[in-house]
């Protein structure tokens, strides 16, 4: 059983920055694939960005050059640093593990767990 504690989420003016955090409670964390997922109203949830066990990460072409996933396994977190943040950014954030491979994968059928996702709010 894996659990997940998003933090970090709040409203910011375009252009600014946010840091999300994702404590994960899993015993072979480091071994997971962490990815955050984002969904605003009237929207299909999609990929933001992740990271595999091995610390390769990938990008949705919407964030690439903004936004930085990372993850420290000693303390079991994931982070997403947002920066330049735009209006559309306006979601609901999650964070999720898929823990049977180490792989990132967009899909999120996928992934095994979920965080209980923060709100992320940009005014223009």
């Known amino acids: 059983q894996v659990q997940l504690v998003e933090s970090g989420g709040g409203l910011v003016q375009a252009g600014g920055s946010l840091r999300l955090s994702c404590a994960a409670s899993g015993r072979a964390f480091s071994t997971y694939a962490m990815a955050w997922f984002r969904q605003s109203p009237g929207t299909e949830r999609e990929f933001v960005a992740g990271?595999?066990?091995?610390?390769?990460?990938r990008y949705a072409d919407s964030v690439k050059g903004r936004f930085t996933v990372s993850r420290d396994n000693a303390k079991k977190q994931v982070f997403l640093q947002m920066n330049s943040l735009e209006f559309d950014d306006t979601a609901v954030y999650h964070c999720?593990?898929?823990?049977?491979?180490?792989?990132?994968?967009?899909?999120?059928?996928?992934?095994?767990?979920w965080g209980q996702g923060t709100q992320v709010t940009v005014s223009s």
């Open positions: 999720a593990a898929r823990i049977y491979t180490g792989w990132i994968d967009t899909d999120k059928e996928r992934y095994d767990y």
């Open positions: 990271i595999s066990g091995g610390g390769v990460t």
